[in-house]
């Protein structure tokens, strides 16, 4: 066979086809059945149920070749690529598995006639070693009486990571659950390799490489440590596609062989990169493969979970250009050379292409400034330190004033080999943290209300008043007995109609009225399986174990439930729009506004807000039946209902479907028919993170005073431009024209009055070790031309370092201007630094210009002079 790694991959696939396995797809980076794992890091993580018993298919033996991402979580790789020969943040794990079908005498002979058949990979087999776990004697007989190889080349290892079942080669699932003996197969590279066989603590060569894990899941670890047998013994095994590629192709190193090369050459042409072999090409390589595909697979970056991870990669990705000389965007001009790279398995990645590089683009435009400021900090900082650790607030100051990755911090330091003081970073994160909370502004904490243990059932869905009994109170998070009047508090009765807040439909509100006093709910929140209702006693007092009747306002409920019901139709909707790649991402729905957040990379047209706008309101006008039917989960997949990405749901889930046209699982209140929504109006679409669109809307009552007070509005706008309706545009545009001219006239004599200026400041020149220096307070100037002042007055004197400022309207604008053959004595931001702080200010910039604002402006004198002292200590 030919050993190009797509070959390669083909290869084990077909040759475990031929024995019998079915071929299954690679399933998607995000685990779709695991909400314990942050991306899929193993081929086995599709299966997992099936080895728990938890679920079934209709083959027993199934090969994969598995897309991976260990960045982040348990198997965090990042930070060693580019440092090792194997590691990545994106590999392919080729497998092959039995779920009860054959176990370890067939999965090894499988392995071996892989490995060294002269049909398949045909590796000499005096290079092969391998490792079993220390008391897995079966495994050992059957390598050595079975298949023949060498005791010298088979090694026990047992437990070395410091208590019982905790080895290299003992696999298992959790704490308790499946879990087995492994065995691991290595090749051996040869004499001229530095290394030493695998069980060696002292290891530190790449001589002898594991290429393949087989798993043998024998046994059911209990909560006590007992090792039960399994029924039925079941195996998982694992080759990492790269690791074996190197080794067919006879390279040393993961980044040599032919699919890294292809990479890495065109990393280098989009860099213009002059040294192939430059660690930092091996690293964007490497990480075009993981942002590209988990983007593909629905991850935006963002500043939590998943996103937070793919935003690292990605600014690590930006960082190693900047490094090659890269100063414009670049990375998401490898999206095509990967696809071309990658073959039939960026299939997905091909429809996507535009999407994935429109995000990646997005996110380097955004970083750009965050890398620019924080590298210079960085130097800065580095420059002035002693010894060689950085400190952890220096560290976190980068971080949480700057946005600058801590991990860049720890690249950037590590290439210089300085230490992070990783500890004082925690603490330091720690103490702000506790200063978010003390600032949240929340109130009573009734989270101690989960100690009661109550469970209260909703009726809501049916009827919206009942009759129930006080089962708790809780006022300022503790429980009481009574409550008397104007007493704030959370009440809590045995079964209820108010709907407690989830699934961003806000909390019912009503009245609790008993015999002796009224309860006014203003909000009704869940807690676990209780629902508690927050309000104020009105009149009286309420005690435990009254018998109160329950009322919810039925015009809130209502017009929740219509807004509700129209979000619905809006995600519909946008997917018919923008693609079926569309998520909804976050939502909120009260009885005035409806608020939906969905996963898009651009904003949207406003012609396509239109048509968005046109669908919702045609479905409304069909008048459609809204049906609620509860089924089990996954009859209610098989129907194609719509299910929030990362929401967690019961075995029984409530699904909601409008006539054809929509179906999700939901369990908010409804209307009855789409009809009763009566009319849909989008108010505003904007962007709240990177990839995440947001739409608020009105509908009913609410769209039909929108459309008042906007038809009221152009009445008025007419009238003050002296036109009606139909020339109101005209007269709009009219003038506009004027006053862009004047502007235009205004600026001009802006112009001529700053080149005047300009004529008489050169007077005002002096000299700091032999250095033009010229500082000027100028009044009243306009704040805009300052920066073409600074341009001129640099060409005008060749060769200086020039500071202005002005005042307007109780505001300090700065701005410093230093000519190219000086910054390497001084900077301009660090003059504007220095001053900023002394007028209540900051600004930013870069070494040969800088500009600042700030409100003080009685120090605004005493800072220019102060100008002096500074350039003497740096000139």
């Not at 298992?172 to 492994?182: A, E, L, S, V, Y």
Request: charged share 25%; aromatic share 8%.
């Amino acid at each position: 066979m030919s050993n190009s790694t797509a070959e390669i991959r083909q290869a084990f696939l077909d040759f475990f086809h031929s024995k019998g396995h079915q071929v299954v797809e690679s399933s998607s980076l995000v685990p779709d059945n695991d909400s314990t794992l942050l991306f899929t890091n193993a081929g086995m993580n599709q299966f997992k149920d099936v080895f728990l018993g938890l679920d079934s298919r209709s083959y027993r033996r199934a090969t994969t070749s598995q897309r991976c991402v260990r960045a982040g979580g348990k198997h965090n790789d990042l930070e060693k690529v580019g440092y090792t020969a194997r590691h990545h943040t994106f590999f392919e794990m080729l497998g092959n598995f039995s779920f009860g079908d054959y176990c370890k005498y067939d999965a090894i002979g499988f392995a071996w006639e892989c490995l060294t058949s002269k049909q398949w990979f045909n590796l000499p087999k005096e290079n092969l070693w391998v490792t079993v776990y220390a008391t897995d004697d079966e495994t050992y007989n059957i390598w050595t009486k079975e298949i023949g190889v060498s005791t010298e080349r088979i090694i026990y290892i047992g437990d070395n990571k410091g208590r019982a079942y905790a080895s290299d080669n003992f696999w298992q699932m959790g704490d308790t659950g499946p879990c087995g003996p492994c065995s691991e197969i290595f090749y051996d590279q040869g004499e001229h390799i530095l290394g030493s066989p695998p069980g060696i603590s002292e290891n530190d060569g790449d001589r002898y490489i594991e290429i393949w894990n087989l798993v043998f899941m024998q046994f059911n670890r209990q909560s006590d440590g007992t090792m039960l047998p399994l029924p039925k013994i079941s195996v998982d095994t694992g080759m990492g596609l790269e690791r074996i590629a190197s080794v067919l192709q006879h390279v040393n190193s993961n980044y040599d062989i032919d699919l890294f090369k292809q990479l890495i050459d065109a990393t280098a042409q989009v860099t213009s990169a002059r040294n192939p072999d430059s660690k930092y090409l091996q690293v964007i390589a490497d990480h075009i493969r993981s942002c590209s595909f988990l983007v593909s697979d629905g991850v935006m970056p963002s500043n939590e979970g998943r996103g937070y991870v793919l935003r690292r990669i990605i600014r690590r990705a930006i960082r190693h250009g900047k490094m090659l000389g890269v100063d414009a965007p670049f990375f998401y001009k490898l999206v095509a050379p990967l696809i071309a790279v990658m073959g039939s398995v960026a299939r997905q990645l091909n429809q996507q292409q535009h999407m994935v590089e429109q995000v990646l683009r997005a996110e380097e435009d955004q970083f750009a400034n965050t890398l620019e400021r924080g590298l210079s900090l960085l130097e800065e900082e580095l420059y002035k330190m002693t010894g060689d650790t950085l400190d952890g607030k220096t560290a976190f100051r980068l971080y949480d004033t700057y946005g600058f990755p801590l991990d860049l911090t720890v690249d950037v330091c590590r290439e210089r080999n300085i230490r992070i003081d990783q500890v004082g970073f925690e603490h330091a994160m720690t103490a702000q943290r506790k200063r978010a909370r003390a600032l949240s502004g929340f109130g009573s904490d009734y989270n101690n209300l989960l100690l009661i243990a109550e469970t209260t059932r909703f009726l809501g869905y049916e009827q919206l008043e009942h009759h129930g009994q006080v089962t708790a109170i809780c006022r300022y998070g503790q429980p009481v007995d009574v409550i008397y009047k104007d007493n704030e508090a959370m009440v809590v009765i045995d079964a209820t109609p108010f709907y407690g807040e989830s699934g961003g439909q806000v909390g019912d509100i009503g009245v609790l009225k008993s015999s002796s006093g009224l309860f006014e709910v203003t909000h009704t929140q869940k807690y676990g399986k209780m629902l508690g209702h927050l309000g104020t006693l009105r009149y009286g007092e309420l005690k435990l174990g009254t018998q109160v009747a329950a009322k919810v306002d039925k015009i809130h409920r209502m017009r929740v439930s219509l807004n509700h019901s129209a979000t619905h139709l809006l995600h519909a909707a946008l997917r018919q729009v923008l693609g079926e790649h569309v998520r909804q991402k976050g939502s909120l729905v009260n009885n005035k506004v409806l608020r939906f957040d969905f996963s898009y990379k651009d904003p949207m047209r406003p012609e396509q807000v239109r048509l968005v706008e046109d669908i919702v309101n045609k479905q409304i006008r069909r008048n459609l039946p809204i049906h609620t039917d509860i089924m089990a989960l996954e009859d209610a997949r098989n129907k194609g209902a719509m299910a929030l990405f990362d929401a967690k749901y019961e075995t029984q889930v409530r699904v909601l479907r409008m006539g054809d046209f929509s179906i999700e699982l939901c369990g908010g209140t409804h209307a009855s028919r789409t009809g009763d929504i009566g009319l849909f109006c989008i108010t505003s679409e904007s962007g709240t993170a990177s990839g995440i669109r947001r739409i608020q809307a009105v509908t009913g009552e609410e769209a039909l005073a929108l459309l008042h007070r906007q038809r009221d509005q152009m009445h008025q706008v007419a009238k003050l431009v002296k036109g009606n309706n139909q020339t109101v545009v005209d007269k709009v545009r009219a003038l506009q024209a004027h006053s862009r001219q004047l502007e235009k006239s205004l600026q001009q004599l802006k112009s001529q009055q700053a080149a005047q200026e300009i004529a008489t400041l050169g007077r005002n020149v002096r000299y700091i070790s032999g250095v033009k220096v010229l500082v000027c307070h100028l009044k009243n100037a306009d704040p805009k031309m300052l920066s073409i002042m600074v341009k001129d007055l640099k060409n005008q004197l060749g060769s200086a370092v020039i500071v202005l400022a002005t005042e307007v309207r109780g505001k300090v604008s700065l701005i410093a201007g230093v000519t190219k053959d000086l910054t390497n004595r001084v900077k301009a931001s660090d003059i504007v630094d220095h001053l900023s702080q002394q007028v209540g200010g900051k600004g930013g910039g870069h070494p040969d210009l800088a500009s600042a604002g700030g409100g003080d402006t009685a120090s605004l004198p005493i800072a220019l002079k102060s100008v002096d002292t500074l350039l003497a200590a740096r000139l």
